[in-house]
């Protein structure tokens, strides 16, 4: 079955980074564009970044533009999100998610992780 296991949250400093890792089983990872989604305390889901399938295109949510960037190995079945120049704001539990559709984007998603939670705090 389809599993995505995030990785590499924790509590980090104002103006530190964090890479994210996702790891992916039970489908063709290559095959699929990959989201990182969060979801701060008390606040709903918030899309952050969305990769295609040979990880050549990448979009962003505008206030994390020019700090983060995903990326992905296709060969290895793992999706990252680096995170620099953190700020409180970023505080959340980040999330990846898989397409619903195959080799396009949607922007439905079908699966989602468990979450990994990124604490930005001095």
């Known amino acids: 079955q389809v599993q995505l296991v995030e990785s590499g949250g924790g509590l980090v400093q104002p103006g530190g980074s964090l890479r994210l890792s996702c790891t992916a089983s039970?489908?063709?990872?290559?095959?699929?564009?990959m989201y990182w989604v969060r979801q701060a305390p008390g606040k709903g889901l918030e899309w952050v970044s969305v990769?295609?399938?040979?990880?050549?295109?990448?979009y962003f949510l505008d206030s994390v533009k020019g700090r983060f960037t995903i990326s992905r190995d296709n060969a290895k079945n793992t999706l990252y999100l680096q995170m620099n120049s953190l700020k409180s704001e970023d505080t959340a539990v980040y999330y990846c998610?898989?397409?619903?559709?195959?080799?396009?984007?949607?922007?439905?998603?079908?699966?989602w992780g468990k979450g990994t939670l990124v604490t930005v705090s001095s």
């Open positions: 998610a898989k397409d619903s559709q195959y080799a396009t984007y949607s922007s439905g998603m079908n699966y």
């Open positions: 990769i295609n399938t040979g990880g050549g295109s990448t």
């Open positions: 039970g489908f063709t990872f290559s095959n699929y564009w």
